[in-house]
């Protein structure tokens, strides 16, 4: 079962959701109840063995109110 990641277009706040079906219809915003939200391009995070933790991997893009 895939994770989304979903952003509120009225507060901004992102979320993830776990959805048993991609039909399934958006979630609201857990932060202000809005069921006006957007579905994220998700980034994929790839660590090679023997590679620390740390040493640059991925960092999730902060979700801020544009403008």
């Given at each position: 079962?895939?994770?989304?990641?979903?952003?509120?277009?009225?507060?901004?706040?992102?979320?993830?959701?776990?959805?048993?079906?991609?039909?399934?219809?958006?979630p609201?915003?857990?932060?202000?109840?809005?069921?006006?939200?957007?579905?994220?391009?998700?980034?994929?995070?790839?660590r090679?063995?023997?590679?620390?933790?740390?040493?640059?991997?991925?960092?999730?893009?902060?979700?801020?109110?544009?403008?």
């Open positions: 079962m895939p994770i989304y990641e979903y952003q509120c277009k009225a507060c901004c706040h992102c979320f993830e959701k776990l959805l048993l079906s991609a039909n399934d219809p958006a609201q915003c857990p932060q202000c109840d809005c069921q006006d939200v957007e579905k994220l391009m998700s980034s994929v995070c790839v090679a063995h023997g590679i620390p933790s740390g040493s640059g991997g991925f960092t999730a893009p902060n979700c801020k109110p544009s403008g």
